[in-house]
Nanobody, 118 residues
Framework: VQLVESGGGLVQPGGSLRLSCAAS????????MRWYRQGPGKERELVAV????????QYGDSVKGRFTISRDNTENSVYLQMNSLNPEDTAVYYC????????????WGQGTQVTVSS
């Protein structure tokens, strides 16, 4: 099982980034996908969730209206489009897969760093 995040980097305030998470080794379409983040000195925070078929999505209050989660089950990938970034969005962003029925089947990526700074 592998979840590999990419797309992080340094961006100026107000800018945009698109994170990707490529999944392998499990039945991607049977898993809800989540993005979490953990900023310096902060607890891990749930950013966004998308259902297994992509029909529904939910967002944390701090990113609503700015971030969009999407997935492509043909590519076994999930994405996080991040707009209007601000320094408070600086964090390591993690991809997480949770089986729709067996919640203990739960996998994590290694994370990708996003730094928002001028």
């Amino acid at each position: 099982v592998q979840l590999v995040e990419s797309g992080g980097g340094l961006v100026q305030p107000g800018g945009s980034l698109r994170l990707s998470c490529a999944a392998s080794g499990f039945t991607f379409g049977s898993y809800d996908m989540r993005w979490y983040r953990q900023g310096p000195g902060k607890e891990r925070e749930l950013v966004a969730v998308i259902s297994s078929a992509g029909g529904s999505a939910q967002y944390g209050d701090s990113v609503k209206g700015r971030f969009t989660i999407s997935r492509d089950n043909t590519e076994n990938s999930v994405y996080l489009q991040m707009n209007s970034l601000n320094p408070e969005d600086t964090a390591v962003y993690y991809c997480n897969a949770v089986h729709v029925r067996v919640r203990a089947w739960n996998y994590w990526g290694q994370g990708t760093q996003v730094t928002v700074s001028s």
